[in-house]
């Protein structure tokens, strides 16, 4: 297992956000993104990361302004089992971040998986 403090993926995971896209960035709407360091048990222990929420595709008339942010959380445990190293660490922060970002869009699994986003 990699070591990395919690800060130090906190880093990785602030690097990953700052390489989506201003655009893309602007776009994203009432969501947060957050860091612990292990999934809840009822995803199993090896989820890297996860999207709770309403994506932008399914927010209708009823959505309110007011509503509680999605979240996105990146698991850091997890992310430091499978990685070799740093730099692999870095990697998977950024597919995870750029995965759980797109489920914000409303882009499922599959889709992801097809482009090489899995």
């Not at 880093?11 to 201003?22: K, Q």
């Not at 009822?42 to 309403?54: A, H, K, M, Q, R």
């Amino acid at each position: 297992m990699v070591q990395l403090s919690r800060e130090e993926f906190e880093e990785a995971v602030a690097d990953a956000l700052d390489t989506v896209p201003a655009d893309l960035a602007r776009a994203m709407d009432n969501v947060v993104v957050l860091v612990e360091d292990d999934p809840p048990e009822e995803f199993g222990p090896d989820l890297l990361g996860l999207y709770e929420g309403t994506p932008l595709t399914e927010r209708g008339s009823w959505w309110a302004s007011g509503a509680l942010p999605d979240r996105i959380t990146v698991f850091r445990r997890p992310t430091l089992a499978i990685a070799r190293d740093r730099d692999d660490v870095v990697a998977q922060v950024r597919v995870t971040v750029v995965h759980e970002i797109a489920h914000h869009f409303g882009i499922g699994d599959a889709r992801l998986h097809e482009l090489g986003w899995g």
